[in-house]
């Protein structure tokens, strides 16, 4: 398979991690930058009914942290490995070739791991599967899609999962604290 991202980066500290971090931060605060100018590719924080620091801690620390173990991990590790592997023991042609076809396979993996992403958050958002309620927040889908394309590239970047961690952190508390959200005391 082709070697994309050095998985020892991902898991392990590395002389890079403070570098990383800092990377994280200013990509997470130049992301809120552009959705102040440009709010098309604004993401919101679904509606939560919890004390401001039940809220902080699902926002800022657990969202990014499962979700982006989810998305820059294992659901890449799964389609760009995992699944080729499997097809490549079929002995149907069609699917013996997508599974050698590795740029093809890369290609459909990132389109999947965008729109995977992008579903998640809309449905979020949405509270449920329902065509109405996803459609009124459609708009939402086109900046999930975005963030999840600069957290991709930001992966491939650094190469260490906690940069994308730091960016999605800093991106929620900050869309966090610019939307009215529902806080019981």
Not at 58 to 69: D, M, N, R, S, Y
Request: aromatic content about 14%; proline content about 3%; cysteine-free.
């Amino acid at each position: 398979m082709v070697k994309i991202i050095n998985v020892e980066k991902l898991y392990f500290a590395n002389p890079d991690t403070l570098r990383d971090l800092f990377i994280g931060l200013i990509a997470g605060l130049g992301y809120l930058l552009l959705i102040s100018l440009a709010p098309l590719f604004a993401i919101g924080i679904p509606s939560i009914q919890a004390s401001a620091g039940e809220m902080w801690r699902t926002v800022v620390i657990g969202a990014p942290l499962a979700e982006e173990l989810m998305w820059s991990i294992v659901l890449p590790w799964v389609l760009l490995f995992g699944i080729p592997m499997l097809l490549s023991f079929t002995n149907i042609k069609f699917f013996k070739s997508i599974s050698e076809n590795k740029i093809l396979w890369i290609v459909i993996a990132f389109a999947v791991l965008m729109a995977s992403f992008s579903i998640f958050h809309a449905t979020a958002y949405a509270g449920s599967l329902d065509a109405q309620a996803i459609k009124q927040t459609s708009g939402l889908f086109i900046g999930a899609m975005f963030f999840r394309f600069l957290a991709f590239g930001l992966l491939l970047f650094t190469q260490n999962f906690w940069t994308n961690v730091i960016f999605h952190g800093i991106v929620n508390f900050g869309i966090s604290t610019s939307q009215s959200v529902v806080v019981l005391s």
